[in-house]
C-alpha cells in the first residue's frame, strides 16, 4: 500500500507535465482549423487545439482517478496478522500514524485477502494507457501520407530496415502497444480473486509483479507520450484545405436558417440537404454558390445566412460553454494553466 500510494503521486505528476505539453501544443494551434470527425468522415469545422484540449481533459480524469484512489490507502493494515488480528498489546493508531496512514483497517480477516486497492490502480493505469493509446491513434492516422495533417521531429520516428526514405512513427505505435499488456495485468490480477475465498492464499502473491510492471510501463509511456507531444509539428494549410472537404458548414447553414428566417429545423434540414446535393452536382464548396442559385433553393435567403458558410465564422459561432470558438478554448487553457501550478 505504501509503495502503491507513492506510484500513484509519480503517476500524477508525469501526466501533469503531458498535461503541461498539450496545453502549449494547444496554445500555438487556436485559431489552426481542422476537420472534425465522426466515424472518421468530415462533420464540421473545429479548431486543432480544441481537439488537443480533449485529451487534457481525459488526462485530468486519469489524474483524480489516481487521486482518489489514495483514500483506499490510507488505510493501514499493519496488525491484522495472520487474519484474526492479535492478542499482543499493540496500538494500531500509533503505528498508522508513523506510517502515514490515516487509520488503521477494521477487519482483519478483510484486511489480508484485500485486494481491491490493487484493482484500483491497475484500473486507472489502464483507463490512462487507453488515453494514451487513443490519441496514439490518432496521431499516425494524421501523420499518415493520406492525411498529412502533422508530422513528427526526426527523434520520435524511425528508419525502415530496408526503404531509406521512411520516418516510421514507431514511439506512437509503441505507447499503442503497450496498452494491450497493461490491460492484461489488470484482467490476471481480476482472474486471480474472482474465485478466491476471503482470507490469504499464496496466489495473491502475483499481485506484486502485475502492478510493478503496469507501473513501469504506464510511466515509461507518460515519459515518451510527453516527447512525442513535444515533437509534434502541424501542418495547418493541409489542416484548413481538408476542413472545405465534405460541405463541414452545412450544419452552420441549416443553424442559419433557423435563427434568422424562422424555419423549424426539420424544414432546415432537408433545405440544406437540397444545398448540399446542388454543390455536389456543380462540384462546388458551399461559400461558392452564388446568391441567384441559392435564392431557387431558399426564397428569400437573407445575406446574414451567407456568414455561417465561412470556416473561420463556422468555428467561432460555437460559443456555448465547451465549444470550440476560439475565445472558449483561449479560457479553458488559461484554467487548465492555474489549475496544475
Known amino acids: 500500500k505504501i509503495w502503491i500510494r507513492s506510484a500513484s503521486k509519480e503517476i500524477v505528476t508525469k501526466i501533469n507535465s503531458v498535461i503541461k505539453s498539450s496545453l502549449k501544443l494547444a496554445e500555438k494551434n487556436i485559431e489552426t482549423i481542422m476537420p472534425g470527425f465522426t466515424h472518421l468522415k468530415n462533420a464540421q469545422a473545429i479548431s486543432f487545439a480544441h481537439y488537443i484540449m480533449a485529451y487534457v481533459e481525459m488526462f485530468e480524469r486519469d489524474k483524480k482517478r489516481f487521486s482518489n484512489n489514495l483514500e483506499s490507502l490510507s488505510e493501514n493494515p499493519l496488525g ?10 499493540i496500538d494500531r493508531n500509533y503505528t498508522s ?7 488503521p483497517t477494521k477487519n482483519s480477516v478483510d484486511t489480508v485477502s484485500d485486494r481491491d486497492f490493487v484493482l484500483d490502480f491497475l484500473y486507472s493505469s489502464s483507463i490512462c494507457s487507453m488515453h494514451i493509446s487513443r490519441i496514439a491513434e490518432e496521431l499516425i492516422i494524421w501523420n499518415s501520407d493520406q492525411f498529412k495533417f502533422i508530422s513528427l521531429k526526426d527523434n520520435i520516428v524511425t528508419g525502415s530496415s530496408i526503404m531509406p526514405q521512411k520516418k ?3 514511439t506512437l505505435e509503441f505507447l499503442r502497444g ?4 497493461i490491460f492484461g495485468n489488470l484482467f490476471s490480477m481480476l482472474t486471480i480473486v474472482k474465485g478466491l475465498p476471503i482470507s490469504y492464499f499464496k496466489d495473491l502473491q502475483d499481485d506484486k509483479d502485475l502492478v510493478f510492471r503496469s507501473f513501469d510501463n504506464l510511466k515509461n509511456c507518460l515519459i515518451i507520450f510527453d516527447e512525442v507531444i513535444n515533437g509534434v509539428i502541424v501542418n495547418k494549410k493541409v489542416m484548413l484545405d481538408a476542413a472545405k472537404i465534405g460541405f463541414t458548414t452545412a450544419t452552420d447553414f441549416a443553424d442559419a436558417l433557423v435563427k434568422n428566417m424562422n424555419f423549424s429545423f426539420r424544414e432546415a434540414y ?8 446542388f454543390a455536389e452536382k456543380k462540384n462546388l464548396a458551399l461559400n461558392e454558390i452564388g446568391h441567384e442559385d441559392l435564392k431557387r433553393i431558399v426564397p428569400k435567403i437573407s445575406p446574414e445566412v451567407m456568414k455561417n458558410l465561412d470556416l473561420r465564422n463556422s468555428v467561432n459561432s460555437k460559443k456555448s460553454y465547451g465549444g470550440t470558438s476560439f475565445e472558449n478554448i483561449k479560457k479553458m487553457i488559461r484554467k487548465h494553466k492555474k489549475e496544475i501550478k
Open 80 to 89: 491484522a496478522a495472520a487474519l484474526t488480528g492479535t492478542s499482543f498489546n
Open 97 to 103: 500514524r508513523k506510517l502515514g496512514f490515516k487509520r
Open 168 to 170: 516510421n512513427p514507431d
Open 178 to 181: 503497450k496498452t494491450g499488456s
Open 270 to 277: 432537408l433545405l440544406t440537404a437540397k444545398v448540399v446535393n
